[in-house]
T-cell receptor, first 114, second 111 residues
Framework: DAGITQSPRHKVTETGTPVTLRCHQT?????MYWYRQDPGHGLRLIHY???????DKGEVSDGYSVSRSKTEDFLLTLESATSSQTSVYFC?????????????FGEGSRLTVL | GESVGLHLPTLSVQEGDNSIINCAYS??????FIWYKQESGKGPQFIID?????DKRQGQRVTVLLNKTVKHLSLQIAATQPGDSAVYFC??????????FGTGTRLQVFP
């Protein structure tokens, strides 16, 4: 499982509340990713990190922020959750350097915004 | 684990037959491609990859074919088994850091 843990695994919240999802890895990988998965869209990249304090935007970054203050943790924050952010969120780590090496995914976090 | 109810193209095959799952990718600059399998309630799992300097790569019961001319990728599964039932995604790397996924195909295997 590449030592990836996502928390919480399930969360229900109300529109306008802040939410933080945590991705924790135990194998010191440089690259970490946050994806969301929705019907009809597959997996879409939100943000990714290529090192401590080094992050960049993906395809669907609006409404999300990330932080990586240490190698093992990559946090995804919804400052003010909206119903359109109801989704399953997957964290992934990449083995290898640059554009080689596959991604290994966590088990996902289901977020429901009412 | 987690899953979503995906409204996806579906391929139905009989157990023991070969399966072919197709994918059209979008970026001609992509030079690395991966196929993933996602079972219900789980995260995607790596199956096989291929670099753009290759046309074909084989694994255990799986083969990936790459046609760069028409930006097409396919995954062939030999002697399909019930355990192969899942959603399959292709993914491309348009630059050094990002991996972009297709929308997926559901494979259903019937006895």
């Amino acid at each position: 499982d590449a030592g990836i843990t996502q928390s919480p695994r399930h969360k229900v919240t109300e529109t306008g509340t802040p939410v933080t999802l945590r991705c924790h890895q135990t194998e010191n990988h440089r690259y970490m990713y946050w994806y969301r998965q929705d019907p009809g869209h597959g997996l879409r990249l939100i943000h990714y990190s290529y090192g401590v304090k080094d992050t960049d935007k993906g395809e669907v970054s609006d409404g999300y922020s990330v932080s990586r203050s240490k190698t093992e943790d990559f946090l995804l924050t919804l400052e003010s959750a909206t119903s359109s952010q109801t989704s399953v969120y997957f964290c992934a780590i990449r083995q290898g350097l640059g554009n080689t090496g596959e991604l290994f995914f966590g088990e996902g976090s289901r977020l429901t915004v009412l | 684990g987690e899953s979503v109810g995906l409204h996806l193209p579906t391929l139905s095959v009989q157990e023991g037959d070969n399966s072919i799952i197709n994918c059209a990718y979008s970026n001609s600059a992509s030079d690395y491609f991966i196929w993933y399998k996602q079972e219900s309630g789980k995260g995607p799992q790596f199956i096989i990859d291929i670099r753009s300097n290759m046309d074909k790569r084989q694994g255990q019961r799986v083969t990936v074919l790459l046609n760069k001319t028409v930006k097409h990728l396919s995954l062939q599964i030999a002697a399909t088994q019930p355990g192969d039932s899942a959603v399959y995604f292709c993914a491309e790397t348009p630059n050094t850091d990002k991996l972009i996924f297709g929308t997926g195909t559901r494979l259903q295997v019937f006895p």
